[in-house]
């Protein structure tokens, strides 16, 4: 079966800070792969979609950059973290190409930027 | 563009209450897939379902069953006889193929509270 994991759990930075959040899909080949942000009063933002190696999309302009190393890996960063960053951060896998897959979610990451 | 709308922000029921949590969405496509999930406390987005624009048959399983009615632009979730451990938010979300959009398009989400 497919599981997604995501690291760290939670995570506290300063403002200016760099971020690197990880993604790893496990059980699936050639997955699509989404960054969504949450922010407090819950509506869920997407910021990037991935795919294939190497190929990155992103949906709004901001501090935030993603990567895609390896099939099953997608990484959320940044070089100077704002305050306006702050918020749960959920990876999200899909079995098929198509955007109308369903999407599964991984446990999130929980970031405070101070 | 497509746009998903849920009205109630929070629910609080009693325990073993049926309750249903409305969902409207808006998009120019005539093939749409639709989605709920839930978000317990721990923060994981769980899927419950995803039903596609050509199907309109109302879907049981369990305690919940969801009524999709086109003419309506409406995809609703009812939990029977609601327990404790149906306290979440719950999402409704839309994917369409020429949305212009490459993910899905959540509503804000209705945040149940079943009481004991």
């Known amino acids: 079966s497919q599981t997604i994991h995501q690291w760290p759990a939670t995570l506290v930075q300063p403002v200016g800070s760099p971020l690197s959040l990880e993604c790893t899909v496990e059980g699936t080949s050639n997955p699509n792969l989404y960054w969504y942000r949450q922010a407090a009063g819950r509506g869920l933002q997407l910021l990037f979609y991935s795919v294939g190696i190497g190929q990155i999309s992103s949906e709004v302009p901001q501090n935030l950059s993603a990567s895609r190393p390896q099939d099953r890996q997608f990484i959320l960063s940044s070089k100077k973290l704002l305050l306006s960053d702050s918020g749960f951060y959920l990876c999200?896998?899909?079995?098929?190409?198509?955007?109308?897959?369903?999407?599964?979610f991984g446990p999130g990451t929980r970031l405070t930027v101070l | 563009a497509q746009k998903v709308t849920q009205a109630q922000t929070e629910i609080s029921v009693v325990e073993k209450e049926d309750v249903t949590l409305d969902c409207v969405y808006e998009t120019r496509d005539t093939t749409y897939y639709l989605f709920w999930y839930k978000q317990p406390p721990s923060g994981e987005l769980v899927f419950l379902i995803r039903?596609?624009?050509?199907?309109?048959q109302n879907e049981i399983s369990g305690r919940y069953s969801w009524n999709f009615q086109k003419s309506t632009s409406s995809f609703n979730f009812t939990i029977t006889a609601s327990q404790v451990v149906d306290s979440a938010v719950y999402f409704c979300a839309l994917s369409a193929v020429g949305g212009g959009a490459d993910g899905l398009t959540f509503g804000k989400g209705t945040h149940l509270i079943i009481q004991p």
């Open positions: 999200a896998w899909s079995v098929g190409q198509r955007i109308t897959d369903t999407q599964y």
């Open positions: 039903r596609n624009s050509f199907d309109e």
